[in-house]
T-cell receptor, first 114, second 116 residues
Framework: AQSVTQLDSHVSVSEGTPVLLRCNYS??????LFWYVQHPNKGLQLLLK??????LVKGINGFEAEFKKSETSFHLTKPSAHMSDAAEYFC????????????FGTGTRLKVLA | KAGVTQTPRYLIKTRGQQVTLSCSPI?????VSWYQQTPGQGLQFLFE???????NKGNFPGRFSGRQFSNSRSEMNVSTLELGDSALYLC???????????????FGAGSRLTVL
C-alpha cells in the first residue's frame, strides 16, 4: 500500500534561515512525488515534481527537493526563508502507472519569524 | 491560459439542504478530481472524472456525487447536508493523457461550504 508521511505538523524558522520540511513515502512502485503549497483561503499550488528523472528537483520560489530511494524520502528545502513562504505544504505521492489516485500527506504548516 | 475556476467561492447552507459546486478545468484538461479539505481529516479524495466517466472514487457516502459534461466542466453535489460536510472543496484538473503535464494536478481556489 502506498502512503506518505510528513514528519512535522508545524515548523518555525527565522527569516533568512534555511527551511527543511520532511516527507517519507511508501510505495511498491517507482512513484511520482510532488510538493504543493497552500496559502490561507487559496487552492494548492505546485512547487515541484519528481518523476524518475534527476533526483534533485528544483521548483519555484527557490525551493528544491531531493529524492532518496534508499531512505524513501523526498524532503523539501530552501536556503533562506522569506516571510511570504509562510503557508501549509503538502507532500503528495502517485504511482507512475496503474491507479490515478493521489495520496496527500497531512501537511506541514511553516511559520516564518521576523 | 485561464486556471481552474470554482464557483461559488463561499456558501452557507443549513442541515438537510443540498448543494451543487461547479468546476471549470483548464482548457484541454480532460480529467477533473474533487477533494474535501477539513482541519481534522486533511485532504481527502472524493472522485475523479475523465471524459464524462467516473474513473475513481474515494470513501465517501452516496450523498456525495458528481458528474462531468462534454466540455469537461464538472459539478459535485452533496445531498442532505450534515454539519460535518462543512469544508473547503477543491477541484483539480490535469490533461489525463500522455505528456509532461499528464499527472500534474492544477487546483482551483476552492469552494468553502459552511453548514449550519
Amino acid at each position: 500500500a502506498q502512503s506518505v508521511t510528513q514528519l512535522d505538523s508545524h515548523v518555525s524558522v527565522s527569516e533568512g534561515t534555511p527551511v527543511l520540511l520532511r516527507c517519507n513515502y511508501s510505495s511498491s512502485y517507482s512513484p511520482s512525488l510532488f510538493w504543493y503549497v497552500q496559502h490561507p483561503n487559496k487552492g494548492l499550488q505546485l512547487l515541484l515534481k519528481y518523476t524518475s528523472a534527476a533526483t534533485l528537483v528544483k521548483g519555484i520560489n527557490g525551493f528544491e527537493a531531493e529524492f532518496k530511494k534508499s531512505e524513501t524520502s523526498f524532503h523539501l528545502t530552501k536556503p533562506s526563508a522569506h516571510m511570504s513562504d509562510a503557508a501549509e505544504y503538502f507532500c503528495v505521492v502517485r504511482l507512475v502507472s496503474g491507479t490515478y489516485k493521489y495520496i496527500f500527506g497531512t501537511g506541514t504548516r511553516l511559520k516564518v519569524l521576523a | 491560459k485561464a486556471g481552474v475556476t470554482q464557483t461559488p467561492r463561499y456558501l452557507i447552507k443549513t442541515r438537510g439542504q443540498q448543494v451543487t459546486l461547479s468546476c471549470s478545468p483548464i482548457s484541454g484538461h480532460r480529467s477533473v478530481s474533487w477533494y474535501q479539505q477539513t482541519p481534522g481529516q486533511g485532504l481527502q479524495f472524493l472522485f475523479e472524472y475523465f471524459s464524462e466517466t467516473q474513473r475513481n472514487k474515494g470513501n465517501f457516502p452516496g450523498r456525495f456525487s458528481g458528474r462531468q459534461f462534454s466540455n469537461s466542466r464538472s459539478e459535485m453535489n452533496v445531498s442532505t447536508l450534515e454539519l460535518g460536510d462543512s469544508a473547503l472543496y477543491l477541484c483539480a484538473s490535469r490533461t489525463g493523457t500522455g505528456g509532461f503535464g499528464a499527472n500534474v494536478l492544477t487546483f482551483g481556489a476552492g469552494s468553502r461550504l459552511t453548514v449550519l
